[in-house]
């Protein structure tokens, strides 16, 4: 049994051959279908495709207007590219604590947190779990924030019946490989205003306009560059792997979501475990499915011993040195720091081994 699993559709496969075929490796026109299928089967929109979801949290910031001084609320319990995207723009992270019973950004805590030189916050959906969006909205709007998702954990997500990425001013994604859509490594920046779609389109490709920019006399497009950009766009190659696996994309995330109801059913009574908090406003996309449990180190032990593979994931960011160390106010953090762990929760698992993993953890540790 694997803790995660990477999908390739057929589909996938037929696709970068043809990529490859053609010889158009680069950015072009499957990138453009991959957007265009990415929003059609999510029901997003004004989606850019970029290489990695880092570049899309850095691209985000940057479009935002986020720069040296600026301060932006994180959470720790995410991944360290949270945290060096916001290092990246010169920015400085400020940690918020988090909900215990969710692992996802305390919007108490972040009003607590919020200060003049705020500029953005980045709550991040833990497992693909939807933050407080409201909540987080409303603060935001009070202090005249940018609010920008790391949704790097939930595409497929919904709050209040809105798809994930269609609520804030930015959505970053990740398709990297281990994701539940994954393009090899790839990610996407959903955006709400207009401006900042033709922005963001610009910035990933070294801020020159490749839909209006025209080739001159000497063979290279006339463009005046006043802003930086970067090489962050997505290539075609990686794009025909997404528009493949896009094609089960929601078959795939049922099949997730019925083991996520399994495993909670099932897991709901057992001794010294505690699931994390659903609520009936929010969807998640089912991209981990965390446990908090006593005596972590025995269940550990047991489950590894008995073939099935679990991870804490992540571990708190704040503790890395680039970030200054341990913060010691939060009091959440240090409770789900003790206890969290997560069980396999993917497209291919058996029912065998869905039925393995319960059995294992219900006969105690
Ligand atoms: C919460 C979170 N944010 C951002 C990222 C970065 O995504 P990528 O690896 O595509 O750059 C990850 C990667 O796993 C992540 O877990």
Redesign the pocket.
Known sequence: MEFFNTHVSPESVRLVSEVLRSTWISEGETVRRFETALEKTLGLSNAVAVN????A?HLSLAVAGVGPEDEVIIPAQ??I??GYAVLMQGAVPVFADIKYETGNIDPDSIAEKISEKTKAVIP?HWGGYPCDMKEIGEIAAAHGVTVIE?A??ALGAAYNGRPVGTISEFTAF???AIKHLTTG?G?AVCCKRDGDYSELKKRRWFNIDREHDKTGFLGEREYDSGKIGFKYHMNNVAAAIGLGNLTSFEARLRKRRGIDTVYRRMLSSVPGLELLKREDDRESACWLFGVLVEKRDDFINKLRAAGVPVSVV?KRIDKNSIFGGMREDLVQQARLDEKIIHLPLHEGLSEEDVEKVVQTVRSGW
Do not use: E, K, P
């Not at 990695?52 to 570049?55: A, I, L, P, R």
């Open positions: 990695s979801g880092t570049s949290l995410t991944f590219a949270t991040v790391d790097a954990h990740s398709f990297q490594d990610g992540h």
